[in-house]
């Protein structure tokens, strides 16, 4: 849902290679733990390749509305395959994306930071109310709204620490617009959470082994 959009050299190499390099940290983190971990089984790589499909297709389905908004599946990717392995998802889906013009090389490491958090705010979500009498799909949709509302929190620091070369907008201008933005994205997410929701309860009633772990 929250995606930096803009094309290289909107920020500056100085924050490019900051978003870069935690982003490489991230990653290598992810890697570490699905390494040193329990390891990666037959199933967690379908799923890994199944969500990579879907999230790349769904990357490219723009709705008209400000300029353009997506739903991405970052919330499935965390509740089904977890933050380490969805870590790798969202980096790969960035790379495809960037290759067809969807958002600049240099804005790959950022959006993994953005996407990440949607991913692991969805997952920790999900497990925490796992913990309650909440339905599947209540625990699902609210991980969805949680996870894309804090994705979009990070969209717009990240824009508004980095500045927009060329823009002549102050902060609070850009933050302005930036809002509306991520208001036109919630309401999109209530859409992908009611999708998310569904998706979970049919995997929780036909394959119930696929969300533990």
Same mark, same amino acid.
């Given at each position: 849902? *929250?995606?930096?959009?803009?094309?290289?050299?909107? @920020?500056? #190499?100085?924050?490019? %290679?900051?978003?870069?390099?935690?982003?490489?940290?991230?990653?290598?983190?992810? #890697?570490?733990?699905?390494?040193?971990?329990?390891?990666?089984?037959?199933?967690?790589?379908?799923?890994?390749?199944?969500?990579? *499909?879907?999230? @790349?297709?769904? @990357?490219?389905?723009?709705?008209?509305?400000?300029?353009?908004?997506?739903?991405?599946?970052?919330?499935?990717?965390?509740?089904?395959?977890?933050?380490?392995?969805?870590?790798?998802?969202?980096?790969?889906?960035?790379?495809?994306?960037?290759?067809?013009?969807?958002?600049?090389?240099?804005?790959?490491? *950022?959006?993994?930071?953005?996407?990440?958090?949607? +991913? %692991?705010?969805?997952?920790?979500?999900?497990?925490?109310?796992?913990?309650?009498?909440?339905?599947?799909?209540?625990?699902?949709?609210? *991980? +969805?709204?949680?996870?894309?509302?804090?994705?979009?929190?990070?969209?717009?620091?990240?824009?508004?620490?980095?500045?927009?070369?060329? +823009?002549?907008?102050?902060?609070?201008?850009?933050?302005?617009?930036? %809002? #509306?933005?991520?208001?036109?994205?919630?309401?999109?997410? +209530?859409?992908?959470?009611?999708?998310?929701?569904?998706?979970?309860?049919?995997?929780?009633?036909?394959?119930?082994?696929?969300?533990?772990?």
């Amino acid at each position: 849902m *929250a995606h930096i959009h803009l094309e290289d050299g909107a @920020f500056t #190499l100085q924050w490019i %290679s900051v978003w870069w390099i935690l982003a490489i940290v991230l990653i290598s983190l992810c #890697l570490y733990w699905m390494r040193k971990g329990k390891g990666i089984d037959s199933k967690t790589i379908t799923i890994a390749g199944m969500l990579n *499909a879907a999230a @790349f297709a769904i @990357f490219q389905v723009n709705m008209p509305l400000f300029g353009g908004v997506h739903m991405n599946l970052t919330p499935l990717i965390g509740i089904l395959g977890g933050p380490a392995v969805g870590g790798v998802i969202v980096l790969i889906v960035n790379i495809l994306s960037a290759a067809i013009g969807h958002g600049g090389w240099g804005m790959i490491g *950022a959006n993994v930071l953005v996407n990440m958090t949607e +991913v %692991s705010a969805a997952y920790g979500t999900y497990k925490w109310l796992g913990k309650t009498k909440v339905s599947t799909f209540a625990r699902a949709g609210s *991980a +969805v709204l949680i996870g894309l509302f804090l994705g979009n929190i990070a969209m717009i620091a990240v824009i508004l620490i980095s500045g927009v070369q060329g +823009v002549t907008q102050s902060r609070i201008d850009m933050l302005y617009g930036l %809002s #509306l933005l991520a208001g036109v994205n919630m309401g999109v997410a +209530v859409i992908e959470a009611i999708v998310t929701g569904y998706i979970v309860s049919y995997i929780e009633r036909a394959r119930p082994d696929m969300l533990r772990g």
